[in-house]
């Protein structure tokens, strides 16, 4: 079996992950190792926070909308 080389494979994984830190301070954006950990860690924030922005926005409204029925001398809860 002949061997396998797999510099344009590697190189193609490394210029991807790379690209996805660009705009990463220091080494987060030129070293792979470093940079690959840094996309992964972004990543999990954004799935958390894609979860936690529903969460954050619907608090937001209800405090809105308590202050403006509170104009009307209701409360959110008696409003709803």
Known sequence: MPRVKRGV????????????AKGYYGARSRIYRVAKQAVIKAGQYA????????RQFRS??????????????????RFI
């Open 47 to 54: 799935y958390r926070d894609r979860r936690q922005r529903k």
């Open 9 to 20: 494979t590697a190189k193609a994984r490394h210029k991807k992950v790379l690209k996805q």
């Open 60 to 77: 937001l409204w209800i405090v809105r909308i308590n202050a403006a029925a509170r104009e009307f001398g209701l409360s959110y809860s």
